[in-house]
């Protein structure tokens, strides 16, 4: 297809949305209006307070402290720089995309490579505990112990993302010296402004994509009219939290439900992989190892998960 073909179909794609924004204004509002609530009530809480912390501990020296402490695992189990334990340790904790953000950081101070932070995306994708433990597990399914396995699964299964994508590169201190994040001079408060007015950027980035991805599930929704089940699946695939709401509310099995949660989340839905995309634009860092790790991650966790549920519950 040559590239004025499809020049021409981009622009006839965007000139339907912009009409269906119009026809379908009032269902547009409130996707749009629930992209704004899943912000406030997940996106923000959890990941704000995050940002701005982790920024701090960047600036003050934290990476280096935590390679020296507990980085040692990572050469030997992922093949990864020892400085790559905090970008793990983070994303376990606040959720995605925060792996995409600190696999930058890391790049740009020259901490890893681009092809050492493109395999480190593979393996800390992961969503926020309290989000599966409390959104999830209790308010959704109405079962902790469901939440608890369905943590378990996401996470065991990516950890093994990054044996299976790990090979052995040669270390960046052969190539270039390491230097420090940013200067240990700033002064608190500098650091402070700094550190929010970058965590706020990434969050309304992050509203922005979520946004337009539920608004476009809404356009095709209203085109296409779906069955609930294809509905639920549709809408994982583009925004994993609306897919999650969905599939909870179908009358299917407790079993199946756990299932295509536990596939949405570990894929994380094209609007968590637009927002990685983003994160990552002007760097050298392969978006091809993540989208890849994150199929076989979708398959492994729905495995784990299955086995899981049949042993405990």
């Given at each position: 297809?040559?590239?004025?073909i499809s020049q021409d179909?981009?622009?006839?794609?965007?000139?339907?949305?912009t009409?269906?924004?119009?026809?379908?204004s009032?269902?547009?509002?409130?996707?749009?209006?629930?992209?704004l609530s899943i912000?406030?009530?997940?996106l923000?809480?959890?990941?704000?307070?995050?940002?701005v912390v982790?920024?701090?501990?960047?600036?003050?020296?934290?990476?280096e402290?935590?390679?020296?402490?507990v980085g040692k695992v990572?050469p030997r189990?992922?093949?990864?720089?020892?400085?790559s334990?905090f970008?793990?340790?983070l994303?376990?904790?606040?959720?995605?995309?925060?792996?995409a953000?600190?696999s930058k950081?890391?790049?740009?101070a020259?901490k890893?490579?681009?092809?050492?932070?493109?395999?480190?995306l593979?393996?800390?994708?992961?969503?926020n505990p309290?989000?599966i433990?409390?959104l999830i597990?209790n308010?959704l399914?109405?079962?902790?112990k469901?939440?608890?396995?369905?943590?378990?699964?996401?996470v065991?299964?990516?950890l093994?993302?990054g044996?299976?994508?790990?090979k052995?590169t040669?270390?960046?201190?052969?190539?270039e010296p390491?230097?420090?994040?940013?200067?240990t001079k700033q002064?608190l408060?500098?650091a402070l402004?700094?550190?929010?007015?970058d965590?706020?950027?990434?969050?309304?980035?992050l509203?922005?994509i979520v946004?337009i991805?539920?608004v476009?599930?809404?356009?095709i929704e209203q085109?296409f009219p779906?069955?609930?089940?294809l509905?639920?699946i549709?809408?994982?695939i583009?925004?994993?939290?609306?897919?999650?709401?969905?599939?909870?509310?179908?009358?299917?099995?407790?079993?199946?439900k756990?299932?295509?949660?536990?596939i949405?989340?570990?894929f994380g839905?094209?609007?968590v992989?637009m927002?990685v995309l983003?994160?990552i634009s002007?760097?050298?860092?392969k978006?091809?190892?993540y989208l890849?790790s994150?199929l076989l991650?979708?398959?492994l966790?729905?495995i784990?998960?299955?086995c899981?549920?049949?042993?405990?519950i």
């Amino acid at each position: 297809m040559s590239k004025k073909i499809s020049q021409d179909l981009f622009i006839c794609l965007l000139l339907t949305i912009t009409v269906s924004l119009v026809i379908f204004s009032n269902e547009v509002i409130q996707a749009a209006s629930f992209s704004l609530s899943i912000w406030i009530e997940n996106l923000f809480p959890t990941l704000f307070p995050f940002f701005v912390v982790s920024n701090l501990l960047l600036r003050y020296g934290f990476v280096e402290s935590l390679a020296a402490s507990v980085g040692k695992v990572m050469p030997r189990l992922f093949h990864q720089p020892q400085e790559s334990s905090f970008v793990l340790c983070l994303s376990l904790i606040s959720g995605f995309p925060s792996g995409a953000k600190y696999s930058k950081e890391l790049v740009e101070a020259k901490k890893i490579t681009p092809e050492e932070a493109s395999r480190l995306l593979t393996f800390t994708h992961y969503s926020n505990p309290l989000f599966i433990l409390g959104l999830i597990g209790n308010l959704l399914l109405g079962n902790q112990k469901l939440g608890l396995i369905i943590l378990v699964s996401h996470v065991l299964s990516g950890l093994l993302m990054g044996i299976i994508f790990a090979k052995k590169t040669s270390s960046i201190s052969e190539k270039e010296p390491k230097k420090a994040f940013f200067s240990t001079k700033q002064p608190l408060g500098t650091a402070l402004a700094n550190s929010i007015q970058d965590a706020l950027s990434t969050l309304f980035l992050l509203l922005g994509i979520v946004t337009i991805f539920l608004v476009l599930s809404t356009i095709i929704e209203q085109f296409f009219p779906l069955n609930p089940y294809l509905k639920a699946i549709i809408f994982g695939i583009l925004e994993m939290t609306q897919g999650v709401k969905t599939m909870s509310i179908l009358p299917v099995t407790e079993f199946v439900k756990t299932i295509w949660i536990t596939i949405f989340i570990s894929f994380g839905g094209l609007s968590v992989h637009m927002q990685v995309l983003s994160i990552i634009s002007g760097t050298k860092i392969k978006y091809k190892y993540y989208l890849e790790s994150r199929l076989l991650h979708a398959i492994l966790s729905a495995i784990l998960v299955s086995c899981l549920y049949l042993l405990l519950i």
